[in-house]
């Protein structure tokens, strides 16, 4: 139905739909980065070439979803950037039109104002390249295959974190299609309330077609990774801990730790990503790293951005099974030949001997599954102190939640790639009950943290509810008054909605309750 409904309007977009069984449809596909996403088949494949198109095409969805409710089904479309989400349906669906974005990836600099306009198709391989060239940076993705679009509607955390907060913090302006096909910019001075809801509430309100993001001078950085054996968890944790220290956090720095462990090798590695975002060669506060000894390997260096968000791209391929991980030791790289990947994260206190707690809990739950072939696991650790948390106030707030006060957290991370689908079950029960048991740990201990970050989170996780209260009423008012319809809402499944899966119906919120029973009430204005 989606596709007869979009071939009477073929004539707004030349050469733009693409459909099944051609090699422009098959190749679309595979540019995914999860196997999970590219055995999906959408009726059509929309590939908007401008701003006015995606107007368009949001227009003639609309319209269709307007014309009763029997054809509310039969117009469902997902919203694709990069493709990067591991999870089925988070951005490509079924039976329905995936609008690919992917040919709106301009980056023009505006030097004079310090602005960048970016395309919503657009990778940050793209920015970097263009801002590298000119001294430029911007608080951006960390790996350069990932999609411009996703990171900043998740929120978005870059090596630059520490300095200027979360990269939607420093959106100055969204370009925006709405439901009924207008157009707008989104800022501090027009339509300030979706400007604010963009920055982390994902695809609820419209598609964006364009970020301009402010840009600082920017030279060259080191950084790479350090390689350890599982030896030195101790030394690890807490040399990760004393560095997300309030006291002595230096913004300039970054620090992803990573414990991996492959089938293949059928050992554990601590694999460090670090990064200095000031032309300084080993600066102090990264030394309680790079001076765990015994050390199997570094990539450190003085280089640009480009070539430090590559580093990750090189050691991964698209088309695997993914649980979640925003990173793999490249001394596996010749052994990807897993299909399925997953996420799965939480966020947690800094505390050391907990930290290492839940190393030993995932340890303890391996052997479960440790023989499914082609496994890749990785269990991360990201600091966010309130150097990063306390930012947003500055350019305008932002909807995530996340409370200064409360200290220096532990945003943890576990990723997994695997090659059969037949492992899918055993790999993602075991998944979850490592999480479980180090909730039960941590709530006894205090070190218990509610907030979800959206761009890790699984399919079966709230991110947008753990923005607290008050920020989903204001995420729900944007939905109201720029979606009024709901298209977003009820035919764009893909990603968290504001009010569940089945999102506003006929005036409605249809809402789960606590043990699963659905229920409706008046819909909040």
Known sequence: MSVLVLGSNLMLFPNAVLFPQTTA?????????????????????????????????????????????????????????AGHTPWAGSANIDNGVTIDMTSINAVDVDQSNAVVAV?????????????????????????????????????????????????????????VALANGRLVNANATSNSDLWFALKGGSNNFGIVTRFDLQTFPQGKVWGGSTYNPISTLQDQVNALVEFNNE?????????????AYTSKLGQWTVTNLLVYTKREVNPPVLRPFTDIKPQLGNTM?????????????????N?????????????????????SQLFLTRTYGNDPDFLAQIFHIANTTLPSFARAPGLIYGLAYQPLPSSITSRSAKTGGNPLGLNPSIGPQVLALQTIQWSNAADDDLINDAARKIWKRADELA??????????????????QDPLGSYGEENVEKLRAASTKYDPTGLFQTNVPGGFKLWGKRGRLNGTVETLSPVGERKQHPERQ
Not at 140 to 151: C, K, N, Q
Not at 319 to 339: E, K, M, V
């Open 301 to 317: 260096r003085l280089t640009n951005i480009s070539d430090i968000t590559s580093e990750q791209v090189k050691s991964a391929r």
């Open 119 to 175: 395309g919503a198709g657009a990778r940050w391989s793209d920015v970097y390249a263009k801002l590298d060239a000119i001294g430029l940076g911007v608080a951006g993705g960390r790996v350069s295959a990932v999609g411009v679009g996703g990171l900043i509607t998740g929120g978005g955390l870059s090596y630059h974190a520490p300095r200027f907060g979360f990269v939607c913090d420093q959106v100055l302006n969204f370009e």
């Open 319 to 339: 088309g695997l099974r993914y649980g979640s991980a925003p990173q793999f030791p490249r001394i596996f790289a010749n052994h990807h030949t897993s299909p």
């Open 247 to 259: 006291a002595s956090y230096d913004p300039n720095a970054a620090v992803i730790n990573t414990y």
């Open 25 to 81: 449809y098959n190749a679309s596909l595979l540019s995914y980065w999860s196997q999970q996403e590219q055995r999906l088949t959408p009726s059509c494949i929309l590939r908007p070439q401008t701003a006015q198109d995606v107007s368009k095409a949001v227009h003639v969805l609309s319209n269709y979803q307007a014309a009763g409710s029997v054809a509310i089904a039969g117009c469902q479309f997902a919203i694709r950037g």
């Open 443 to 460: 709530v006894k201990i205090g070190a218990k943290r509610d907030w979800i970050y959206l761009n890790y989170a699984a399919p079966d």
